[in-house]
């Protein structure tokens, strides 16, 4: 099966489930924002050898006032930046280098992000 990442935007929760061995839970259910995203692609451009995609980018025009739509809650944006999201962490999930990183375990598998953490790789067991 490899390893299946979904986001779902509206409600900021990250869902995985794997079969891959160097990951403890096999699934696992955690709330990230969109500057979680940002901090798991500073750290793997920063802590690896993976060629990191792009973020899809921020909303700066939609939080503008008397756009006349509701800007970063209008569906359509809010359906854009998922699949975005989703493509972003399924690549990087899949990439075999990034996962042992370990800023990718805690991102997927931590109920809270320790961003002081000391980055290392991922051992099997």
């Given amino acids: ?9 509206t409600h900021g929760i ?6 891959l ?3 403890k839970l096999k699934e696992s259910t955690v709330r990230r924002r969109y500057s979680d ?3 798991l692609r500073s750290e793997l451009e920063r802590e690896s050898k993976v060629v990191v995609p792009p973020l899809p980018g921020k909303a700066f025009l939609r939080q503008l006032p008397f756009r006349g739509d ?3 809650f209008d569906d359509s944006f ?9 493509q972003f962490i399924n690549k990087v999930a899949g990439h075999p280098l990034a996962q042992n990183e370990r800023c990718l ?3 997927l ?3 809270i992000i320790d961003k002081s953490y000391t980055p290392s790789k991922i051992r099997h067991a």
């Fill in 1 to 9: 099966m490899g390893i299946l990442v979904l986001w779902w935007a």
């Fill in 14 to 19: 990250v869902n995985y489930k794997t079969n």
């Fill in 21 to 23: 061995p160097i990951f």
């Fill in 37 to 39: 995203f940002e901090w």
């Fill in 70 to 72: 509701d800007g970063i």
């Fill in 78 to 86: 809010i359906e854009e930046r998922k699949h975005g999201l989703e």
């Fill in 105 to 107: 375990h805690m991102f």
């Fill in 109 to 111: 598998q931590d109920e």
